[in-house]
């Protein structure tokens, strides 16, 4: 699976938008992009995934580039509930069977 | 909104002993999955299971740990003789197809091997 860099940490106030940046550049042409996140060691939250277009959901938004070595995830007006450790994972298509790779994932503080 | 179910939500086990961990995944989904995560690490794949075998699994997982559906509902993980290294939290996820998508954890059972 493609290697995934995100920055360690990131602040965001109360209301505003967050944008989480994620670099895979060795992304392969069947590997999805999947966001989860972590609240305080309960288990990670599935947020959203794609594949090569921008896609939206009710907790989030994700852009990735059309070159696909990059993507963002925005949450659009994130509340201190919104503040956990986001992992940006890239896998296969059809061939991992749930066999994603967790980095460190970037810690999003929200604050008042 | 649907959960995965574990039980229970921390074990206490002296070293050598056996321990079963148990998952209630959702009930329409087909793929079944634990991982795990030592104190202050990275969440690392464990197994995945669908069809009432192993799909696919990582080096961790090796003959000390089995995983089984006993019944229609539960999903357990046993570790056989384990060692303090084994301590971490171990979550059981599911999801209704096998590229992961949607795919929904549990909160975890924290396995303290004292």
């Known amino acids: 699976d493609a290697k995934t860099t995100q920055p360690p940490s990131m602040d965001c106030a109360e209301g505003r938008a967050a944008n989480l940046p994620c670099n895979h550049s060795t992304i392969s042409g069947n590997e999805y992009v999947y966001w989860y996140r972590q609240i305080h060691s309960q288990g990670p939250q599935y947020i959203i995934h794609g594949l090569k277009n921008n896609e939206t959901n009710e907790m989030a938004s994700l852009i990735i580039t059309e070159d696909r070595k990059s993507s963002t995830l925005i949450l659009p007006h994130a509340t201190l509930r919104d503040t956990a450790v986001y992992y940006c994972i890239v896998g296969s298509v059809g061939t991992s069977y749930g066999k994603l790779t967790f980095g460190q994932g970037t810690i999003l503080t929200v604050h008042p | 909104e649907p959960e995965v179910t574990q039980t229970p939500s921390h074990q206490v086990t002296q070293m050598g002993q056996e321990v079963i961990l148990r998952c209630v995944p959702i009930?329409?989904?087909?793929?079944f999955y634990w991982y795990r995560q030592i104190l202050g690490q990275k969440v690392e794949f464990l197994v995945s299971f669908y069809n009432n075998e192993i799909s696919e699994k990582s080096e961790i997982f090796d003959d000390q740990f089995s995983v089984e559906r006993p019944d229609g509902s539960n999903f357990t993980l046993k570790i056989r003789s384990t060692k303090l290294e084994d301590s971490a939290m171990y979550f059981c996820?599911?999801?209704?197809?096998?590229?992961?998508?949607?795919?929904?954890f549990g909160q975890g059972t924290r396995l303290t091997v004292v």
């Open positions: 996820a599911s999801s209704v197809d096998r590229y992961f998508t949607e795919a929904f």
């Open positions: 009930s329409n989904h087909l793929y």
